[in-house]
């Protein structure tokens, strides 16, 4: 019987996670077709930089990608769980969350964080990442971390089903 209603408490969170987004709650963002346009050197007259009205920048060549931002990915969270939370899944010698790092030479150095979600019954493991600044790039910020996690919760929610494609699909 137990078994029984872990199973319809794990049904019910997802099927919250995995609603539709209304949408206003769907934003967009540019992702440049040309590199021309990524440049801002673009000489090809179709792909003058303009308003656009589903992204609102001013772009050249470029598709829209819509994605859900991170205040309404908490919201849907705390609709399934109101004491969701989350956890490092590894730390350092302080007990802090462990970030890891990758260096791509002159382009950069690249953070990483895995969490573990919790949301009702439902785990999930995911990594959150960002670009770190080049001032000191093994000494991580306040932003850094807070970027990690907000990308790393984001990411992992989405491996629950919120954001994901066929919640867009009304677009």
Known sequence: MEELSRLE??????????????????????KMKCKGCMEW????P???PSLCSKCGQIVGSHRDIPYIEYETVICRLNAADPV????PLVKDEHAHPKISYQSFGETGTSAGLWI???VGPLVKLGV????????????????LLEELVRDAIVYTAS???VGTISQLEAI
């Not at 969701?84 to 956890?87: C, D, F, L, M, S």
């Not at 959150?128 to 306040?142: C, I, K, Q, R, Y």
């Open 9 to 30: 408490e794990s049904r019910r969170t997802a099927d919250i996670l995995q609603a539709k987004f209304d949408l206003s709650e769907i934003k967009y963002k540019p």
């Open 128 to 143: 959150g990442e960002a670009l770190v600044p080049s001032t000191n790039p093994t000494e991580p910020s306040d932003d």
């Open 159 to 161: 491996l629950m089903g």
């Open 41 to 44: 050197n673009c000489q090809v």
């Open 84 to 87: 969701w939370w989350w956890e």
């Open 46 to 48: 179709e792909h003058q």
């Open 116 to 118: 573990k979600l919790h």
